[in-house]
Each structure stands twice: as structure tokens, then as C-alpha cells.
């Protein structure tokens, strides 16, 4: 018994899935639409960063603008530097100086040697602004003549009411005093104090 089989029937076919031109269109636009809206987000991101990114410039320049308005109330650097060597000059100065007292206590029968002590009381009263550029103590009459400079007027009686607080200065009575201003680059005054009357130069 023979049995013919059909393979041209159309379930052994290849199945060809076919779109048509509008199908095709409404996918573009779909993908069109997703590309759009893709790009938005992007731009929105990319935009909240440049703002931060701005906002954060600014502050840094309202720092650096106020760093640089601070600095304006600091004293020069050159004058700061130069005071720097003033104070470190005069603090070997007196060193020199105190190793001249030492020397003259070690000579000087006891009853002078509160000259020494003298000193130590001028020495241990060192107002912040405020420093002698001379200090002369008269071992035969006892007179006291200081020279220096005060970053402001105000300093010096603060200065003076500070050596009354030392017991062989307190009582002591200063006949002199001058006040002028810093002719040089250096802002203040320049100042003398001595118990004993001088010649104006």
C-alpha cells in the first residue's frame, strides 16, 4: 500500500514575519521618543551639576574674598618681619645688658646691689605692643631713663601703671616724659621716660 506525503504543505514552511510600513514607523517614533527623553534626563542631570559646580565656585570666592579683607587688618608683612628683628635685637641687647649688671654687682659693695634688682623689676614687665630700645639706671643717683616704642599712646600709662605694681619701682617718680610720633615706616609712637629732667634734643 503506497502513501503519498505533501511537503510543500504550508506547516513545513518557513514562517516569514512581515511588518508593514506603519508598524515600522510607530517603532521609529517610539524609539525616536525614548532617545528624546533619554536625552532630557541627561541634560537635566548635566545641568543641576554645572549649578552646583557654580555655586560652589562662588563660595570659594566669598572665602578667598574674605581671607584677603582679613588680611587687609593684619600688619604688613615687611613691617611685621622688621618688628620681629627689632624685638629679637633688643632681647640681646638686654641680655648684654644683664650680663653687664652681673658683672658690675659682682664689683660694687652690697648696698648697690639692688641695682640688679632694679632691673629685673623693668625686665619683668613687658607689655604685648611695647619695648625699649634703651634703658639707663644712674648706680650713683639712682635715676632711671627708658627709650622705646609703643605701637599706640595708649600703651604707655598702661605700661606705667604695670612698673607701680613692682615694689622697688612703685613710688618712683618719672619727671619726664615725651611722646612723638613714628616718623619712620614703622606705625606708633616713639616714647622717653626718665626720673631725672633733660634738655629736649
Known amino acids: 500500500m ?13 514562517q516569514q514575519i512581515i511588518f508593514s510600513a506603519q508598524t515600522i514607523a510607530w517603532l521609529a517614533l517610539g524609539l525616536l521618543l525614548l532617545l528624546v527623553i533619554w536625552s532630557l534626563l541627561i541634560s537635566q542631570r548635566v545641568g543641576t551639576l554645572e549649578s552646583q559646580l557654580e555655586s560652589q565656585r562662588a563660595a570659594e570666592q566669598r572665602v578667598m574674598a574674605q581671607i584677603t579683607e582679613l588680611g587687609r587688618d ?3 608683612e615687611a613691617a611685621r618681619i622688621e618688628l620681629e628683628r627689632d624685638v629679637e635685637r633688643l632681647n640681646q641687647r638686654r641680655t648684654e645688658l644683664r650680663q653687664s649688671l652681673d ?3 659682682r664689683r660694687q659693695p652690697v648696698a648697690d646691689s639692688r641695682l640688679h634688682e632694679r632691673y629685673d623689676a623693668l625686665a619683668r614687665q613687658r607689655p604685648t605692643g611695647l619695648w625699649l630700645t634703651e634703658l639707663r639706671l644712674d648706680e650713683q643717683h639712682g635715676d632711671i631713663t627708658m627709650r622705646g616704642r609703643a605701637l599706640a599712646a595708649r600703651l604707655l600709662p598702661a605700661y606705667l601703671e604695670a612698673l607701680s605694681s613692682e615694689p622697688l ?25 626718665s626720673t631725672a629732667a633733660e634738655n629736649a634734643p
Open 74 to 76: 593684619q600688619p604688613d
Open 2 to 14: 503506497n502513501q503519498q506525503i505533501n511537503l510543500y504543505q504550508p506547516i513545513f514552511r518557513k
Open 169 to 193: 619701682i612703685s613710688g618712683t617718680g618719672f619727671r619726664q616724659i615725651r611722646l612723638q610720633e613714628s616718623a619712620d615706616e614703622f606705625p606708633g609712637v616713639i616714647f622717653s621716660i
Open 103 to 105: 658683672a658690675m654687682s
